[in-house]
């Protein structure tokens, strides 16, 4: 059972440069999530989905995109990488539908490492 | 402001060790809490929820209490392992509802 599937899972990038990272997951899940996690700090919501065909910001949405392409897939794409953006990247899913699973878990992928240089 | 706070930043213990991992919270209104656990390199994965009415919670070595009165939550590892070195993350859901994310324990379980 595979859960949620990111990819890739390491990339370095130059400033200026565009990447997507993406994401899938194969629960049925309707709400779909990225954050970022950085030393020191807690994970944070850049975009969440909580049903196919939506999508809203989060707390450090700025110089991030979020496409939100079927039930399954929910992709970030950075469109012009800076060097603050270097983190890591986790997708979630949940199966609540809303920001928040009321009692339900986040499951997370692997992690996504990008450095920006 | 909705925070929540963890205690100690990082842990080194013996095998076969017990601890505690401390989380106080500030999230008002408060709905539930949960610790996931991170190995390193991995993501994190859902050990236990605390609901409000509910003050200590058990799964397997882990044991986990919450008093609500004094925004409290800990986590208690009996007999560590190996295995249990890792992040663990304590995660409350608050008003709205957000997911404020604590900044992790680090627990490394020296043979």
């Known amino acids: 059972n595979a859960g949620v599937t990111q990819t890739p899972k390491f990339q370095v990038l130059k400033t200026g440069q565009s990447m997507t990272l993406q994401c899938a997951q194969d629960?049925?899940?309707?709400?779909m999530y990225w954050y970022r996690q950085d030393p020191g700090m807690g994970l944070r919501l850049i975009y969440y989905?909580?049903?196919?065909?939506?999508?809203d910001k989060g707390e450090v949405p700025n110089g991030y995109n979020v496409s939100r392409l079927n039930k399954r897939e929910f992709s970030l794409r950075l469109e012009s990488a800076a060097p603050s953006q270097t983190s890591v990247y986790f997708c979630?899913?949940?199966?609540?539908?809303?920001?928040?699973?009321?009692?339900?878990?986040?499951?997370f992928g692997e992690g996504s490492r990008l450095t920006v240089l | 402001k909705n925070q929540v706070e963890q205690s100690p930043q990082s842990l080194i213990i013996l095998e076969g060790k017990n601890c505690t991992l401390q989380?106080?919270?500030?999230?008002?209104?408060?709905?539930?809490l949960r610790w996931y656990k991170q190995d390193t390199g991995r993501g994190p994965v859902s050990l236990t929820i605390?609901?409000?009415?509910?003050n200590t919670k058990s799964n397997g070595r882990y044991t986990a209490t919450l008093d609500a009165d004094t925004k409290q939550s800990s986590l208690h590892i009996t007999a560590s392992q190996l295995s249990d070195s890792a992040s663990y993350i304590c995660?409350?859901?608050?008003?709205?509802?957000?997911?404020?994310f604590g900044t992790g324990t680090r627990l490394l379980v020296s043979p």
């Open positions: 979630a899913s949940s199966g609540d539908r809303g920001l928040s699973p009321i009692t339900g878990e986040l499951f």
């Open positions: 629960m049925n899940h309707n709400s």
């Open positions: 989905s909580a049903s196919e065909g939506t999508t």
């Open positions: 989380c106080n919270y500030t999230v008002s209104p408060f709905s539930n």
């Open positions: 605390m609901t409000f009415s509910e």
């Open positions: 995660v409350a859901r608050g008003g709205f509802q957000k997911l404020v």
